[in-house]
């Protein structure tokens, strides 16, 4: 990637894998698939270039807390300038 991404600069989710969607249930796969379009904070970095965010998702009451970290590929993100 030519735009090197740093932890805490801001990345929008362009895609997201659906060899990992596939993997899930349907009510995680709903929840995460909120996240496309969205602008996060980059979290962490890996070693080979995955990008992790994490998204806190409200259920129907304010007792239904839910907390999603995802890692991303280069691919999968635009920096956000």
Known sequence: MKNAIKVGEKIKILSISKELLCKLPDDETSELKTMIGEIHEVIEIEEWGGVW???????????????HKLCLAPEEIEKIV
Do not use: F, M, P
């Open 53 to 67: 965010v994490e998204k806190e998702i409200v259920g129907d009451s304010e007792n239904q807390v839910s907390y």
